[in-house]
C-alpha cells in the first residue's frame, strides 16, 4: 500500500468508538424481511427452485427441480430463529427432494447450493435424512472428477453419470472441498475429500510462478484457455477455499498454498496507486495490469482478507466497496473505477459487500460496518423490494427491475445482513466456517 492509504487505514484502526455491539432492531427488521420473502416463495413457487418476484410465478434451473430456495434458505432460517418456517422447509425437502433424476447440473452451483445447504442444515438439526441426502448427492457427483487432469468437468448427469464442459475455470474447480470434505468427515467416506483436494492441488500446480491463476482452464487438455486474473468471478471462490479450508479441516497443504497465493495478489493484482485500494485484473504470468474492472463480486475480498488477519488490505478495500455502492445508490456488476463508467449495470441482489461488512465487523467491532449494512439494507429494501419478494435489477441506473430472486439471497444475502446486525456469539466465523455460498460447516468430527 501507499504510505498516503496506510496512514488513512491507521487512523480508521485507532478511531474512537471502535468496540461496537449489535443493532437488535436492524436484526429484527432483516428477518422481516426474510420473511416477507420466504411468503412470496410459498404462495407462488412452492416446489420449485425459485420465485419470479414480478410475475408471481416459478423457476426451475433444469428439467426438474432441485429445491435451491427451500434447501439455500433452510440453515438461515435455523440462525434466525424461524422454527415453523424452517420445519416447513425441512419436511419439503424430506419429503421432495430427489436427485434420482435425468438431470444434467452444473457440479459447481449443486455443491455450493445444495450439498452445502444440506450439510450445514444437518449439523444444526441432527436430521440424518438431510445427511442420507447430502450423501446421495455426493455420490451422484463423483464422475465429475474421472477427468484427464483429475480436475471436475463443470456438468454431470445425476442419473447417469454422462459428464461435459471441460472448459472451466478456478473457481468451479477449486471451490469443492469444504463441501465434499464435511461430507467425507460425518460419512467416513476418504473418496469424497481426496477428489475435490486433488483437484483443488492439481489447479494450483497450474498456477503462474506468483501464485495467479487464469480465468479458464480447460479439464481435458490442462491447460488455460484464458490467463486473465483477478479476484471476481470464475476465480473468487478459489481463493477462498484455500484460505477456510485451511480453517475448516487443518490441512497444512492448503495454507501453503494460500500464502503463495495471497502474496502474488497482493503484489501483482492490488491497485493502490491513488490512495484508494482496488484489485483489477492483470495477466497471471507476468503480472502486467490489463483492466481496472470491479464489481459486486469482487466485493467479497474484503471479507476474505479480513478472515484472514490482514484488516488494514480488508479495511482500505471495503472503502472502495462503498463508495462503488453509494455512486449509484446500489452496485452494479462491473466498472471501470478509474473512469467510473459502468460496464454492467445490473444488480443481481449480491450478498458479497454485506459478507465483507459482517466480517469487518466481527473482527474490529466497528460501528461504520453497522452503519454501512444500514444503507445496504435500506437500499435494497428501496429499490428491489416487491409486493411477493426481492428483485433484481436491470440497472443500477434505471432502477429497473427484473423478474428473478435467487436462491442465495436467502442463504447469504439476508443472512449475511442478519449476522452484521445480530449478537456477536450468533455465529463465529471463526469456528463456523460458512461457504462461498454461506452454508456454516462445523468441525464436529
Known amino acids: 500500500m501507499t504510505k498516503a492509504l496506510l496512514t488513512v487505514v491507521a487512523f480508521a484502526l485507532c478511531a474512537p468508538g471502535a468496540r461496537a455491539g449489535s443493532d437488535p432492531e436492524r436484526a429484527k427488521f432483516v428477518k422481516e424481511q426474510f420473511r416477507h420473502a420466504w411468503q412470496g416463495y410459498v404462495n407462488y413457487a412452492w416446489g420449485h427452485d425459485s420465485l419470479k418476484p414480478l410475475s408471481r410465478g416459478a423457476h426451475d434451473w433444469y428439467n426438474g427441480t432441485l429445491l435451491m430456495t427451500p434447501v439455500d434458505a433452510l440453515d438461515t432460517m435455523l440462525i434466525m430463529g424461524l422454527d415453523a418456517e424452517a420445519r416447513q422447509a425441512k419436511e419439503l425437502i424430506k419429503h421432495r427432494l430427489s436427485f434420482d433424476q435425468n438431470m444434467e447440473v452444473s457440479v459447481f452451483e449443486t455443491t455450493i447450493r445444495i450439498l452445502g445447504g444440506l450439510l450445514s442444515s444437518y449439523q444444526r438439526t441432527g436430521d440424518a435424512d438431510l445427511l442420507v441426502l447430502a450423501d446421495d448427492l455426493g455420490r451422484r457427483m463423483l464422475p465429475a472428477f474421472d477427468s484427464p487432469s483429475r480436475m471436475p468437468y463443470g456438468v454431470v448427469n445425476l442419473r447417469t453419470g454422462a459428464v461435459s464442459r471441460p472448459r472451466s475455470n478456478p473457481a468451479e474447480i477449486g471451490s469443492l472441498l469444504l463441501e465434499f470434505g464435511t461430507l467425507s468427515r460425518l460419512t467416513g467416506k476418504g473418496e469424497y475429500y481426496a477428489r475435490a483436494k486433488t483437484a483443488l492441488v492439481e489447479l494450483f500446480k497450474h498456477a503462474s510462478e506468483h501464485g495467479l491463476v487464469g480465468s479458464d482452464f480447460d479439464v481435458e487438455d490442462g491447460a488455460w484457455v484464458d490467463r486473465d486474473s483477478h479476484v471476481g468471478g470464475t476465480i473468487d471462490s478459489y481463493y477462498e477455499y484455500l484460505y477456510k479450508g485451511w480453517l475448516l479441516f487443518g490441512d497444512a497443504d492448503l495454507k501453503a498454498m494460500w500464502d503463495k497465493s495471497i502474496a502474488g495478489v497482493n503484489r501483482f493484482v492490488a491497485d493502490d496507486d491513488n490512495d484508494e485500494l482496488w484489485y483489477d485484473h492483470v495477466d497471471m504470468n507476468t503480472g502486467r495490469r490489463k483492466a481496472t474492472l470491479y464489481g459486486s463480486l469482487d466485493a467479497f475480498f474484503a471479507g476474505l482478507l479480513a478472515l484472514s488477519g490482514d484488516l488494514p488490505r480488508a479495511r482500505a478495500l471495503q472503502e472502495s466497496n462503498y463508495k462503488m455502492w453509494t455512486r449509484f445508490g446500489i452496485e452494479p456488476e462491473e466498472l471501470d473505477y478509474r473512469s467510473w463508467k459502468i460496464k454492467d449495470?445490473?444488480?443481481?441482489?449480491?450478498?458479497?459487500?454485506?459478507?465483507?461488512?459482517?466480517?469487518?465487523?466481527?473482527?474490529?467491532?466497528?460501528?461504520?460496518?453497522?452503519?454501512?449494512?444500514?444503507?445496504?439494507?435500506?437500499?435494497?429494501?428501496?429499490?428491489c423490494k416487491t409486493d411477493t419478494g426481492f428483485a433484481e435489477l436491470k440497472s443500477v441506473v434505471t432502477k429497473e427491475k427484473s423478474d428473478s430472486m435467487e436462491s442465495y439471497f436467502f442463504a447469504e444475502t439476508l443472512k449475511y445482513a442478519y449476522l452484521l446486525f445480530a449478537p456477536r456469539q450468533t455465529l463465529d466465523p471463526e469456528h463456523e466456517i460458512l461457504n462461498t455460498e454461506a452454508h456454516p460447516l462445523k468441525r464436529t468430527w
Not at 363 to 381: H, I, N, Q, S, W
Open 345 to 383: 449495470p445490473a444488480y443481481h441482489l449480491r450478498p458479497e459487500i454485506i459478507e465483507s461488512a459482517y466480517y469487518l465487523h466481527h473482527f474490529t467491532g466497528d460501528d461504520r460496518y453497522l452503519a454501512m449494512g444500514a444503507t445496504f439494507v435500506d437500499d435494497l429494501v428501496k429499490y
